[in-house]
């Protein structure tokens, strides 16, 4: 029998003796698979539906298939745990840390979340790990959210471009990306969620479209919430109608951990890989294990349904695992830490900038004081499983002196508030205003951690903690050259002290090098290009979630009540202030968007509409600005967003250039979602055409008419 197994296997496997056939997904792949599953017993197919530790699966070591090993991320490739427990494996398994996704989605940049993306695939491969899970590209819907600082935006199109870049570059080094969380996974009470047919295709699915579709994505996670009543693990209209049927999702649908409920439901719903179930005594006792095994010996389960799991799971084996000639990638090199450079770079958003102090001119400043916790803190550790082991982390603190190394001026540091017990509130505030009055210049650091950006928990206001309103407004009255620097991976209020500071810079958790980065924008050496990829509302009680009273507590439910009037589509359309508005971000230099050109006014539904932005580089600095194409339709038989993200292009600039940027119009850009026909349609008349550098901010408005 073994020889007649290697006889079947030759050519198939790693011992494969023609090495320079190269394995695709081809029908040729898929008929190696089915040899597979054929000789394979009941128990090896069981086996490879489930965790057989804590991030692998068994593989078939009878058939030369060996383990599959899975890493977290989104930002990093996670420190390993030991097999059977959540304890730490190694000591060396330090990783570049690259900025978290809200900070990426701040770029608008495409092509930067390639790189990235390219960046975690080296780290994974080297690691030897097959699974990257990650992006999270859910819609970042409520400002309470803990886990808003892992995703991308609140806006379909931004978050499906740089996802599908990002998953693209981590798959160019025969690593599987795995999507996350799907679906509607914006509350850590894990709510049953409602929402219409138009809100879930316009909103929530496009990202995962296109990671399907563009990025040819391997796997998709199911997230912890309910929708329509069932877990999302479980939910056979979610994974088996919408993902497997509609969508043609060719991959393996795994679960989060710990987020399967029910043998009968994970296995004819749609789940394909059960991982992290905690409490259950074993792997063996995961519920797509054992159990799953006896319903299927008494013949409760379709032989077909088990091959389909197993086919999908065996997919992501030959497109990693099984794959020849894979690349070694590589670890902790100078390459990838310049790249952490330039993303916390681009991340950062200038958000004010009234008296011009910024960027300040250090070489006329001889001392200079930095306030606030977060600018000696580090963040890298923390926010739950996208927490990583960082091979170093560059502070607000570190960065500034690491500029100034060699310059006479004197760099002081005062915490300024209270984070932990026992520390005296009233002796750091006085410590704090006293460094400011002494200093030419004061940089307050300050914001959020991980104490509120977290996996665990929600934040349960916008209130900006341990007191800092009244910091802040103390020390702009000690020192009016103070720079004002939040830290943040999601909304806060600042309307108590925004008036009273000139300047406001906005970053994320930006990684191993964000201190540079930092230093480098407050000190004009780099000029700032990040735009805002999620609105900054002035209050929670100004957030659709609230004006809509969607959460119902005593059934655990979340109404979408908002529907597509999520973020900017609800503030723009309803006419509610906000605190800082949707794709917003300043910069050193200036621009001029002009001379927009249709190549026609009116299309029909088969014909392409060219338009041509010019933009150009007014000011004296190189810089970045990003072209935002939004559109609008003038009347409609169901009510629409007054703007929607249609296109956007970041585009970089000499003092002086000027360049022109193309876009085309199709069809697919004027429709909306039917709940009657469940389709796509579109209706005859006239839309128009916003072209700005954030959805407040428009230059120019075209009309064009649909016939």
């Known amino acids: 029998m073994k020889k007649y197994i290697l006889i079947i296997l030759t050519g198939i496997l790693l011992f494969s003796c023609k090495p320079e056939v190269k394995i695709d997904l081809t029908d040729r792949v898929e008929d190696k698979i089915d040899s597979l599953i054929n000789l394979m017993t009941l128990e090896e197919k069981v086996a490879l539906c489930h965790g057989n530790t804590n991030f692998t699966l068994p593989g078939v070591p009878r058939l030369?298939?060996?383990?599959?090993?899975?890493?977290?991320?989104?930002?990093?490739?996670?420190?390993?745990?030991?097999?059977?427990?959540?304890?730490?494996?190694?000591?060396?398994?330090?990783s570049t840390y690259l900025p978290c996704g809200v900070a990426l989605g701040a770029t608008w940049n495409p092509e930067l979340a390639y790189e990235f993306g390219s960046v975690l695939g080296r780290e994974a491969r080297f690691r030897d790990k097959?699974?990257?899970?990650?992006?999270?590209?859910?819609?970042?819907?409520?400002?309470?959210?803990?886990?808003?600082?892992?995703?991308?935006?609140?806006?379909?199109?931004?978050?499906?471009?740089?996802?599908?870049?990002?998953?693209?570059?981590?798959?160019?080094?025969?690593?599987?990306?795995?999507?996350?969380?799907?679906?509607?996974?914006?509350?850590?009470?894990?709510?049953?969620?409602?929402?219409?047919?138009?809100?879930?295709?316009?909103?929530?699915?496009?990202?995962?479209?296109?990671?399907?579709?563009?990025?040819?994505?391997?796997?998709?996670?199911?997230?912890?919430?309910?929708?329509?009543?069932?877990?999302?693990?479980e939910n056979s209209y979610m994974l088996q109608h919408v993902l497997k049927d509609k969508l043609k999702f060719k991959g393996a649908v795994i679960s989060d951990w710990s987020a399967v409920h029910n043998t009968h439901e994970a296995v004819y719903n749609g789940l394909d890989i059960e991982m992290g179930t905690e409490g259950v005594g074993g792997f063996d006792n995961y519920y797509m294990a054992d159990a799953f095994l006896k319903?299927?010996?008494?013949?409760?389960?379709?032989?077909?349904?088990?091959?389909?799991?197993?086919?999908?799971?065996?997919?992501i084996y030959f497109k990693t695992r099984l794959k020849e000639n894979r690349p070694k990638g590589e670890f902790i090199t100078q390459r990838h830490f310049d790249f952490a450079l330039k993303a916390a770079e681009e991340g950062i958003v200038l958000l004010k900038n009234d008296k011009n102090l910024l960027p300040i001119d250090?070489?006329?400043?001889?001392?200079?004081?930095?306030?606030?916790?977060?600018?000696?803190?580090?963040?890298?550790?923390?926010?739950?499983?996208?927490?990583?082991?960082?091979?170093?982390?560059?502070?607000?603190?570190?960065?500034?002196?690491?500029?100034?190394?060699?310059?006479?001026?004197?760099?002081?540091?005062?915490?300024?508030?209270?984070?932990?017990?026992?520390?005296?509130?009233?002796?750091?505030?006085?410590?704090?205003?006293k460094l400011a009055s002494e200093s030419d210049v004061v940089i307050y650091v300050g914001g959020l951690n991980h104490e509120f950006d977290a996996e665990r928990q929600d934040k349960i206001d916008m209130i900006l903690p341990y007191n800092q309103d009244r910091l802040i407004n103390s020390l702009a009255e000690a020192n009016k050259n103070m720079a004002v620097v939040m830290l943040s991976g999601s909304s806060f209020e600042m309307h108590k002290w925004l008036g009273n500071v000139s300047n406001l810079v906005l970053m994320a958790y930006s990684g191993m090098e964000g201190g540079n980065a930092l230093a480098n924008v407050l000190s004009g050496k780099v000029n700032p290009s990040g735009k805002l990829s999620y609105t900054l509302p002035l209050h929670f009680e100004d957030a659709p979630e609230y004006a809509f009273e969607c959460y119902d507590e005593k059934r655990k439910t979340d109404y979408y009540k908002e529907g597509v009037f999520v973020g900017y589509r609800y503030y723009d359309t309803y006419g509610v202030n906000?605190?800082?508005?949707?794709?917003?971000?300043?910069?050193?230099?200036?621009?001029?968007?002009?001379?927009?050109?249709?190549?026609?006014?009116?299309?029909?539904?088969?014909?392409?509409?060219?338009?041509?932005?010019?933009?150009?580089?007014?000011?004296k600095l190189e810089g970045m600005e990003v072209v935002q194409v939004y559109i609008g339709d003038v009347e409609s038989s169901v009510k629409r967003p007054l703007k929607e993200l249609m296109a956007f292009e970041k585009v970089k600039l000499k003092s002086g250039e000027k360049k022109t940027i193309e876009f085309a119009i199709e069809l697919k850009d004027l429709q909306f979602f039917d709940e009657l026909s469940k389709s796509w349609i579109s209706e005859p008349?006239?839309?128009?055409?916003?072209?700005?550098?954030?959805?407040?901010?428009?230059?120019?408005?075209k009309e064009i008419e649909l016939l």
């Open 130 to 233: 097959d699974v990257h899970l990650a992006p999270g590209i859910n819609i970042i819907r409520r400002p309470l959210c803990g886990r808003n600082f892992e995703y991308l935006s609140e806006d379909p199109l931004v978050s499906e471009k740089l996802g599908v870049e990002y998953i693209k570059g981590v798959q160019k080094y025969d690593v599987a990306s795995c999507v996350k969380h799907f679906i509607a996974y914006n509350d850590k009470r894990h709510p049953n969620v409602w929402m219409s047919e138009r809100t879930l295709n316009e909103i929530y699915l496009p990202a995962f479209i296109g990671a399907i579709d563009e990025a040819n994505a391997m796997l998709v996670m199911g997230s912890y919430n309910k929708y329509k009543g069932e877990y999302m693990s």
């Open 685 to 701: 008349g006239k839309f128009k055409i916003y072209v700005g550098n954030s959805v407040e901010n428009i230059l120019v408005e």
């Open 295 to 315: 319903l299927a010996k008494e013949g409760h389960v379709a032989e077909n349904l088990i091959d389909d799991k197993v086919r999908r799971v065996l997919r």
């Open 578 to 619: 906000t605190q800082f508005d949707f794709g917003y971000g300043l910069s050193y230099t200036s621009f001029d968007i002009k001379n927009v050109q249709l190549s026609q006014t009116k299309m029909t539904s088969t014909e392409v509409m060219k338009l041509a932005v010019e933009v150009e580089n007014t000011g």
């Open 64 to 94: 030369g298939i060996p383990e599959l090993t899975m890493g977290d991320g989104p930002h990093s490739i996670k420190f390993d745990f030991k097999k059977d427990s959540w304890e730490h494996a190694d000591s060396k398994d330090s």
């Open 362 to 433: 250090f070489t006329k400043v001889t001392s200079i004081a930095v306030i606030g916790d977060n600018a000696t803190a580090v963040h890298a550790e923390g926010g739950g499983s996208s927490g990583t082991k960082a091979y170093y982390e560059i502070t607000p603190l570190d960065g500034i002196k690491n500029l100034l190394k060699g310059s006479s001026a004197k760099v002081s540091f005062a915490k300024g508030y209270k984070t932990k017990d026992g520390e005296n509130e009233a002796k750091l505030m006085a410590e704090a205003l």
